[in-house]
C-alpha cells in the first residue's frame, strides 16, 4: 500500500489510523507501593465498629509509551520517575538551601520498591530496538514528579515537549509557591531554555495521523490523554493518572487524597467512556500494574 495513503480505523465514526509501520511499545520504568487511600476514595477509612482498619497498600508500576510512528519519528509518551529520587540537590525556590529530589515525606509516602537497570528509561527504550538520543518528540499528559522526572534526559537536546497549558502554568504556580503537596517540582521544569516546552491549549489536538491528545482535567488542570490509532490492534487510549488503576474506570470510583476537581474528573470520565465505546478502545491506566503487565507480556509491541 503507498504509505502517503492513510487508512480509516474501525469506528462508528471516521478516523484516520496511524500509518503503517507504527509500532506502539510499553515501556516498564519501575514500580512504588501507596496506600490505596490515595487511589480510590473513602477506602481505609474507620468507622464506629471498625475504629482501626488495617490500611491496605498497593504496588503500582510507572509506565510510559515509545511509538514509532513513520511521519513523527519516535514519539515518548511521558518519562516516569528521575533516575536517582534520593538524590540531594538545590532547593528550587532557595537555593542556598540543599533538599532530597523528592523530599522525605513523598519518599515516606510512595517508596519506590522495584528499579533495576532494566527500568532506567534508557535501557527501556534500548530494549525496544530504539535509542534515547533518537526520540523526536516527547508527550506529557502531566507533570507530576512521577511522570515528569525522566525529562532530565532531555535538557539541552532540543526535543519538543508537548504538554497543556494549563498542566505547564499550574505546574509552575505549583513548583514556584510550593503547593499541591510538593507534588510537582521545579526541577524537572527547566524555564531557562533548557527543555524545549511546547504548550497548547486545544481541547483536542491532533498531532500526528492517528495521534489525538484530548483535554481531560480533573487529576489536575491540564491533565491530556492520549488516543491511538492502530491499524491492526485497534485504537489504545493512554489515560495516565485521569485513571490511576482499573478500578477509576470500571466502578466509576474516584481517587481518594490525590483527587483535586472532582467535577472535572466526572465530566472527563463521561468523556472517555463514549470516547471508548466509539472506538472499542483498550484502555492503559496511568498505574495499574496488572493491566500493564498483562499488555507488556501479551505482544513485545502493537501495530
Known amino acids: 500500500m503507498n504509505s502517503s495513503v492513510h487508512q480509516l480505523v474501525k469506528a462508528s465514526i471516521p478516523a484516520y489510523a496511524c500509518p503503517e509501520g507504527t509500532k506502539m511499545h510499553i515501556l516498564n520504568l519501575g514500580s512504588l507501593n501507596v496506600d490505596e487511600g490515595w487511589l480510590l476514595l473513602g477506602v481505609n477509612s474507620s468507622s464506629v465498629s471498625n475504629p482501626s482498619p488495617q490500611n491496605k497498600r498497593r504496588d503500582l508500576m510507572i509506565i510510559a509509551g ?97 504538554v497543556h497549558e494549563e498542566e505547564f502554568k499550574h505546574a509552575c504556580w505549583a513548583a514556584g509557591t510550593n503547593s499541591d503537596g510538593g507534588l510537582y517540582l521545579g526541577e524537572y521544569l527547566d524555564i531557562d531554555g533548557c527543555l524545549n516546552w511546547q504548550t497548547f491549549n486545544d481541547s483536542q489536538l491532533d498531532l500526528a495521523t492517528g495521534l489525538t491528545l484530548y483535554h481531560c ?13 492502530l491499524s491492526k490492534n485497534g485504537t489504545f487510549i493512554w489515560t495516565t493518572d485521569q485513571y490511576h488503576i482499573k478500578e477509576n474506570f470500571e466502578q466509576n470510583h474516584a481517587h481518594g487524597w490525590l483527587l483535586r476537581d472532582y467535577r472535572s474528573w466526572v465530566d472527563s470520565g463521561k468523556f472517555i467512556r463514549r470516547l471508548q465505546k466509539t472506538f472499542s478502545a483498550t484502555l492503559i491506566f496511568g498505574h495499574d500494574f496488572s493491566v500493564a503487565d498483562g499488555l507488556i507480556k501479551a505482544q513485545k509491541y502493537y501495530e
Not at 511509538?67 to 540537590?89: N, W
Not at 532530597?100 to 528509561?121: C, M, N, S, T
Open 217 to 229: 482535567p480533573g487529576h489536575t488542570p491540564g491533565l491530556c490523554i492520549l488516543q491511538i490509532n
Open 66 to 162: 515509545l511509538i514509532e510512528h513513520p511521519e513523527m519519528g519516535l514519539v515518548l509518551f511521558e518519562t516516569g520517575c528521575a533516575d536517582d529520587i534520593t538524590k540531594v540537590c538545590h532547593s528550587y525556590t532557595v537555593p542556598s538551601t540543599l533538599i532530597v529530589k523528592w523530599g522525605h515525606e513523598a519518599l515516606d509516602l510512595f517508596p519506590r520498591i522495584q528499579y533495576g537497570a532494566a527500568h532506567r528509561l534508557p535501557a527501556a527504550i534500548e530494549a525496544t530496538g530504539n535509542s534515547i538520543d533518537d526520540v523526536k518528540a516527547i508527550i506529557m499528559g502531566h507533570l507530576h514528579l512521577d511522570h515528569a522526572g525522566g525529562l532530565e534526559y532531555f535538557r539541552n537536546t532540543g526535543v519538543p515537549i508537548y
